[in-house]
Nanobody, 116 residues
Framework: QVQLVESGGGLVQPGGSLRLSCAVS????????MSWYRQAPGKERELVAV????????NYADSVKGRFTISRDNAKNTMYLQMNSLKPEDTARYYC?????????WGRGTQVTISS
């Protein structure tokens, strides 16, 4: 059974940090490109960051470049998103995605709220 379970969300003040995790099971993690998406109320889901299957290439949305870092541990079947210098506009539900040529899997998300 395929599972992607996000954790690490919460309420933090502007300027703070959070580290999201996405633990996966039920498929070969190392064969999938992994991404973080987010969706704020009333807005479309947007790509935040992506890591290729080997972890040797990453890409970020312009809005998070220099503040967020995506990483993965293929031995632990886990992906991470380190989020620093958080802003109120980063408030959203953050989703983990696994994708390859044939399959596209999603987690249920974890809520991140940035507020003073």
């Amino acid at each position: 059974q395929v599972q992607l379970v996000e954790s690490g969300g919460g309420l933090v003040q502007p300027g703070g940090s959070l580290r999201l995790s996405c633990a996966v099971s039920g498929f070969t993690f190392s064969r999938f490109d992994m991404s973080w998406y987010r969706q704020a109320p009333g807005k479309e889901r947007e790509l935040v960051a992506v890591s290729t299957s080997a972890g040797d290439n990453t890409n970020y949305a312009d809005s998070v470049k220099g503040r967020f870092t995506i990483s993965r541990d293929n031995a632990k079947n886990t992906m991470y998103l380190q989020m620093n210098s958080l802003k109120p506009e980063d408030t959203a539900r953050y989703y983990c995605n696994a994708r390859n040529t044939y399959w596209d899997y999603w987690g249920r998300g974890t809520q991140v709220t940035i507020s003073s």
